[in-house]
């Protein structure tokens, strides 16, 4: 039988466990809180990200590093800022291992995405990200789903997107590391975008262009570090900007609806596209990119524009071709 690790027992992580464990793998799940791996061994299930989906029995949750090591890969899904943390502790036990992110975003502190990080902090493992259009309650589900796997060595991408496809989860594969990296980060701003034009009251007319243009700022962005068109036009780029544009689980549009309609939103939720949004627009300023949108939702979650000067700001803007 098949062994994955996956590290990070928050929603996501648990919907991947159970969708693996579904299909016949045996599944470890590492949480970082020794109390929550307990309960969860204990009752089955997440009970607060998950609620009434069951854990498969080949499912066992750990919250032992150790019980990281041994198995065919390492899925990691802790938030992006937690990355580079997690992974300098974990590296012993990892070792060769292949490690897939399954995060979405760009360091504040190194300007780079998962990848990058992964390869920097384990040397020896091979390193590959999971991303696309999803919410883990649908992967959970059992609903159909289709992902992008992406991993330079394409040797290593097809024997994981072999490991980790089911009936209900679809791998797509690349080799364009930066373009699925770039794409599954970039829309997370665009989407906390959306959010405020919907949160605004501006209307799905608005929601459409903001969409466009920022799908625009994206591979503007993304081919400037050598992603390719392909990739940025498919499900690691378009179709998970789409989802998490027009759908309110999206925990980025929820930002972006809460400050659109002027509310003070959990902070104990983590929102990756908050610190993509202030990390690309210092690497766009510095590159000299054009980036509006991006701008703009960097410095109204930090303050520094209010919703009204923010539209008037990119209304304003000179006129020019499509």
């Given amino acids: 039988m098949s062994s994955i690790a996956i590290a990070g027992a928050g929603a996501f992580g648990t919907g991947l466990a159970i969708a693996l464990g579904r299909a016949g793998r045996a599944v470890t799940l590492w949480s970082h809180d020794q109390n929550h791996a307990s309960a969860m061994q204990h009752s089955r299930e997440n009970l ?15 919250a032992e590093i150790a019980d990281l090591g ?64 999803s919410f883990a309650a649908d992967i959970a589900k059992g609903l159909p789903t289709a992902l992008t796997l992406a991993c330079k060595d394409p040797h290593a991408g097809q024997t994981l997107q072999n490991l980790l496809s089911t009936p209900d989860l679809r791998l797509y594969r690349s080799t364009d590391t930066a373009g699925a990296e770039l794409g599954g980060a970039l829309k997370n701003v665009i ?26 700022e994206t591979n503007r962005f993304a081919k400037a570090f050598g992603a390719e068109t392909e990739t940025l036009s498919g499900l690691s780029g378009l179709g998970d900007m789409v989802l998490t544009c027009t759908s309110d689980q999206s925990r980025n549009f929820k930002l972006g609806l809460s400050l659109g309609q002027g509310q003070a939103f959990d902070p104990s939720i983590t929102v990756e596209g908050a610190a993509t949004a202030r990390a690309v627009a210092k690497i766009a300023r510095d590159k000299g990119i054009e980036m509006p949108i991006t701008t703009m939702v960097a410095a109204v979650l930090d303050g520094k524009l209010n919703i009204k000067d923010a539209t008037r700001a990119l209304m304003s803007r000179p006129l020019k071709e499509e």
């Fill in 48 to 62: 607060s990200r998950l609620p009434g989906v069951k854990l498969p029995d080949c499912v066992t949750v750990s």
């Fill in 191 to 216: 989407a906390i975008a959306a959010g405020i034009v919907i949160g605004a009251g501006f209307g799905d007319s608005a929601r459409a262009a903001l969409i466009t243009r920022g799908f625009a």
């Fill in 70 to 133: 041994g198995h065919d890969a390492v899925l990691v899904a802790v938030p992006m800022q937690a990355l580079a943390g997690f992974l300098e502790t974990a590296k012993d036990a990892i070792g060769a291992t292949p490690v897939v992110a399954c995060c979405k975003g760009v360091s504040l502190i190194t300007g780079t995405g998962p990848t990058s990080i992964i390869a920097q902090t384990c040397p020896v493992a091979t390193p590959a990200i999971l991303t696309g259009p």
